[in-house]
Structures are given as C-alpha cells and as structure tokens.
C-alpha cells in the first residue's frame, strides 16, 4: 500500500501565500517524479508544477514566477509554495507520484487533494 498525505490548504486573499505538503508513505522503494495538479470547478485537471528526481521542474505558465515546487527525498515529500495568489488559483490541488514498488513496478499514485479558496 501506498498512501499519498497532503496538507496546507485554505482560505487566502488574493496576494497572499500558502504552502502545500505531500508526503508518500507505504511499501516504496523509490520516488521518481513527483508534482501537483489542480482541479477548478467545471474545468478538467490541469498540471500546475513537477518536479523530476533529477531535479528538472516544468510549471504551467500562469504560475510561473509565483509558485515554486521543491522536495526532501530523504522524507518522500514535495511541496508547492504559492505566493502572490489570485482568485484564478482557486481549486483544489492534487498531489502526485510516480512510485515504484517492491514486487509492483512504477506507478502513478494521488493524493486526496486539498482545496485552496483565493478571496478577492
């Protein structure tokens, strides 16, 4: 089993920050790419940051310049700092992994998501 924990969402004004965590736990024996999607009401899900084990990252371009994603391999946890939030951010975020498992092979694992309500 594999388990996907996120955290940090809420409520904020428009200009303000949050910080995501998602945090993997379970039977891993490796962590490969790890990111963040988001889902707005009546939109499909969208990538909005990922971040490879080798380091390269690849934002969606309206976050570009206002979120960064970073991780702790050493905790299995990747993290998205927003600043600057604008209405427009509003959804709720989803993490995901691309896990490999003992026995199972790599997959793509997600978290529960957390939502996040930019007020203007």
């Known amino acids: 089993q594999v388990q996907l924990v996120e955290s940090g969402g809420g409520l904020v004004q428009a200009g303000g920050s949050l910080r995501l965590s998602c945090a993997a736990s379970?039977?891993?024996?490796?962590?490969?790419?790890m990111g963040w999607y988001r889902q707005a009401p009546g939109k499909q899900r969208e990538l909005v940051a990922r971040l490879t084990s080798g380091g390269s990252t690849v934002y969606v371009d309206s976050v570009k310049g206002r979120f960064t994603i970073s991780r702790d391999n050493a905790k299995n946890t990747v993290y998205l700092q927003m600043n600057s939030l604008k209405p427009e951010d509003t959804a709720v975020y989803y993490c995901n992994a691309r896990i490999v498992r003992p026995i199972m092979g790599e997959g793509d694992y997600w978290g529960q998501g957390t939502q996040v309500t930019v007020s203007s």
């Open positions: 379970g039977s891993i024996f490796s962590v490969n790419a």
